[in-house]
């Protein structure tokens, strides 16, 4: 099993920033992908980034350029930098661990509990 601790949401304003960070636990030496999402209030969970364990990543169009996901593997954490925030970006992010490179939420195995993100205008 693997355990996920997201932290670092909060409220800010338009074109304010936030640095998201995934704590993994337990059995990190499997799942080599690791990814964050975000669900609004009455949408579906969306994919917003993801990274391997080379720290190759890739990003949803709506956040290219403005976010930037790295990760430590020493301490097995991953991070989310949010830059240049927008209120449309208002949402529960989700850090989510798994051992695919997909884009798919229900393609990942563990998930942290969601730390709440609101950008007002």
């Known amino acids: 099993q693997v355990q996920l601790v997201e932290s670092g949401g909060g409220s800010v304003q338009a074109g304010g920033s936030l640095r998201l960070s995934c704590a993994a636990s337990?059995?990190?030496?499997?799942?080599?992908?690791m990814a964050w999402f975000r669900q609004a209030p009455g949408k579906d969970r969306e994919f917003v980034a993801r990274?391997?364990?080379?720290?190759?990543?890739s990003y949803a169009d709506s956040v290219k350029g403005r976010f930037t996901c790295s990760r430590d593997n020493a301490k097995n954490t991953v991070y989310l930098q949010m830059n240049s925030l927008k209120p449309e970006d208002t949402a529960i992010y989700f850090c989510?661990?798994?051992?695919?490179?997909?884009?798919?939420?229900?393609?990942?195995?563990?998930w942290g509990q969601g730390t709440q993100v609101t950008v007002s205008s």
């Open positions: 990274i391997n364990r080379s720290s190759s990543t």
């Open positions: 989510a661990a798994g051992s695919r490179w997909v884009t798919t939420s229900t393609l990942y195995d563990y």
């Open positions: 337990g059995r990190t030496f499997g799942p080599n992908i």
